[in-house]
């Protein structure tokens, strides 16, 4: 399993880190844990399978 930060997540989907910051709080995007600083890491398969249905819906 591949951790991926909160800007590894944002360049991914093409959004601003606090785009990612809120989709994880509001448990849109859940973390699988946290680093040193209390920041989220994703898992980067929840990462792409989010991406995935977003664009399904009509975007990010």
Do not use: C
């Amino acid at each position: 399993m591949a951790l991926m930060t909160v800007e590894q997540v944002a360049n991914l989907l093409g959004v601003q880190t606090v785009r990612v910051e809120r989709l994880a709080r509001e448990n849109l995007l859940i973390a699988a844990d946290k680093d040193s600083e209390g920041k989220p890491l994703f898992n980067e398969e929840d990462v792409k399978r989010y991406k995935t249905l977003a664009e399904r819906l009509g975007g990010l």
